[in-house]
């Protein structure tokens, strides 16, 4: 089986096998990953509603077992796909099979795949990803990187804030069940002000910040005002 190479060290090998071990059941919508199922089409539309996904390059950063990566090639993009969880990307190959749908997975830090690919994607999603590994800011300026001018990059990720502890550790793993315990670590949530700086830093012009709503009675996300807990993010690569 491939592993990350000595090269890509920006993960955490914990935050791996944890993920790991969760493969065989990511596309099970009432499995560990229930929660996610109901964000991905909030997640799509907020992508959908900023490029025209039809025949765009775009690049599904962290993709873990393709929930994001399948629905955007869906819409007709053009998906390459990269994590450094091999037990997701077999997975996420495996269900492509049973979906039809084209998608170019690959073991692979998003770094190494910057030096290799340098301004070749229209978009770039990375959701649910940056608070799972040792340098967030590496990967954004990366994304970066990887974007053609005039680019956007799309990021989803956990506010630092009491509602979040509460609600999406507290809540979400340990009363509710949602999610397994331990997958997150509030100390790893991001501010909104920090990922500004990080992509201001990569070069990228924060274009909007909004709400992403999880509303648990109905299994379902939303887009919303509402940024204390879940958030989505998108920053432009200047023409």
């Given at each position: 089986?491939?592993?990350?190479?000595?090269?890509d060290d920006?993960?955490s090998?914990?935050?791996?096998?944890?993920?790991?071990?969760?493969?065989?059941?990511w596309?099970?919508?009432?499995?560990?990953?229930?929660?996610?199922?109901?964000?991905?089409?909030?997640?799509?539309?907020?992508?959908a509603?900023r490029?025209?996904?039809r025949?765009?390059?775009?690049l599904?950063?962290?993709?873990?077992?393709?929930?994001?990566?399948?629905a955007?090639?869906?819409?007709?993009?053009?998906?390459?796909?990269?994590?450094?969880?091999?037990?997701?990307?077999?997975?996420?190959?495996?269900?492509?099979?049973?979906?039809?749908?084209?998608?170019?997975?690959?073991?692979?830090?998003?770094?190494?795949?910057?030096?290799?690919q340098?301004?070749?994607?229209?978009?770039?999603?990375?959701?649910e990803?940056?608070?799972?590994?040792?340098?967030?800011?590496?990967?954004?300026?990366?994304?970066?990187?990887?974007l053609?001018?005039?680019g956007?990059?799309?990021?989803?990720?956990?506010?630092?804030?009491?509602?979040a502890?509460?609600?999406?550790?507290?809540?979400?793993?340990y009363?509710a069940?949602?999610?397994?315990?331990?997958?997150h670590?509030?100390?790893?949530?991001?501010?909104?002000?920090?990922?500004?700086?990080w992509?201001?830093?990569?070069?990228?012009?924060?274009?909007?910040?909004?709400?992403?709503?999880?509303?648990?009675?109905?299994?379902?996300?939303?887009?919303g005002?509402?940024?204390?807990?879940?958030?989505?993010?998108?920053?432009?690569?200047?023409?």
């Open positions: 089986m491939n592993q990350p190479s000595a090269a920006n993960f090998q914990s935050e791996l096998d944890k993920f790991n071990e969760l493969a065989h059941r596309w099970d919508p009432q499995g560990p990953q229930k929660a996610l199922h109901a964000l991905n089409p909030a997640r799509l539309g907020y992508v509603a490029v025209a996904l025949d765009a390059a775009v599904d950063v962290g993709c873990g077992g393709g929930l994001l990566s399948e955007l090639a869906g819409e007709g993009a053009r998906v390459t796909a990269i994590d450094l969880a091999p037990d997701l990307l077999k997975i996420a190959r495996l269900h492509k099979l049973e979906s039809g749908l084209e998608v170019d997975y690959r073991l692979s830090s998003v770094e190494a795949l910057a030096a290799q340098p301004g070749h994607y229209d978009a770039i999603t990375c959701m990803m940056l608070e799972h590994v040792p340098d967030p800011a590496s990967v954004l300026a990366a994304c970066g990187t990887l053609k001018p005039g956007r990059l799309f990021v989803s990720t956990l506010n630092r804030t009491p509602a502890f509460a609600l999406a550790i507290v809540g979400a793993e009363i069940r949602l999610l397994p315990t331990g997958t670590q509030y100390r790893d949530f991001i501010k909104p002000s920090e990922l500004g700086a992509l201001r830093a990569a070069g990228l012009e924060l274009e909007d910040v909004s709400g992403l709503v999880y509303e648990p009675w109905r299994n379902a996300a939303r887009v005002k509402r940024t204390d807990v879940n958030y989505l993010a998108c920053a432009l690569k200047p023409a």
